[in-house]
């Protein structure tokens, strides 16, 4: 199992631009979810989904928009790039979210917007 | 606002001392959770406690979570230097599906 899978690892982007942060996962997992991670504030949930065709807002979802047409696959848009989205962000997933399993961390994809 | 609250945000302490860090909610949770982020990874899984009062050990670490539970700690008996990281707990607030976490305590460690 390749377990969490994200994609790009590194992307610089111009303000406006828009992009698609990439997300796998190959365990069969129900949840997942998007994080952003800022220092000092560690670990901000942006949006989640507790199954295919299904998601819903964290706590910082201006920006961003997610889609969930597979188990696997959890992209997370960002539809005009801004300075402030400048972050490392990570793709988590787990069984299920009823049971408060384990969290699966992808690697990250470091965000820098000009 | 953030729901779970941890401190102290930073910590330097010498190798072979102890650690602890500590996260409070003003809510009632479901579980916490507690992760380990290396330098330049991501955060890994530790453990989880859902019980009332529960404390867990793993080798050196201590979990507790309080009879409220509102708060938990982790706590580190004599560190490391493979114990450089930062330190998460993230919880479920009780009628939530969302997973939120603590703003992190970065260990560091003179050998």
């Known amino acids: 199992n390749a377990g969490v899978t994200q994609t790009p690892k590194f992307q610089v982007l111009k303000t406006g631009q828009s992009m698609t942060l990439q997300c796998a996962q190959d365990?069969?997992?129900?949840?997942m979810s998007w994080y952003r991670q800022d220092p000092g504030m560690g670990l901000r949930l942006i949006h989640y989904?507790?199954?295919?065709?299904?998601?819903d807002q964290g706590e910082v979802p201006n920006g961003y928009n997610v889609s969930r047409s597979t188990t696997e696959d959890f992209p997370l848009r960002l539809l005009s790039a801004a300075p402030s989205q400048t972050s490392v962000y990570f793709c988590?997933?787990?069984?299920?979210?009823?049971?408060?399993?384990?969290?699966?961390f992808g690697p990250g994809t470091r965000l820098l917007v000009l | 606002g953030q729901q779970v609250m941890q401190i102290p945000q930073y910590q330097h302490v010498q190798e072979g001392e102890d650690f602890t860090t500590y996260c409070n909610s003003s809510?009632?949770?479901?579980?916490i959770q507690w992760y380990k982020q290396r330098p330049g990874g991501h955060p890994v899984f530790l453990i989880q406690?859902?019980?009332?009062?529960e404390v867990k050990k793993q080798k050196r670490l201590t979990f507790q979570f309080g009879e409220a539970k509102k708060n938990s700690s982790l706590h580190i008996t004599a560190t490391q230097t493979t114990d450089v990281g930062t330190y998460f707990c993230?919880?479920?607030?009780?009628?939530?599906?969302?997973?939120?976490f603590g703003q992190g305590t970065r260990l560091t460690i003179n050998p």
């Open positions: 989904s507790v199954g295919a065709g299904i998601t």
């Open positions: 406690l859902v019980k009332s009062g």
């Open positions: 988590a997933s787990s069984w299920s979210f009823m049971y408060q399993e384990t969290q699966y």
């Open positions: 993230a919880a479920t607030v009780q009628g939530a599906q969302k997973l939120v």
């Open positions: 365990m069969n997992h129900e949840y």
């Open positions: 809510t009632t949770l479901s579980n």
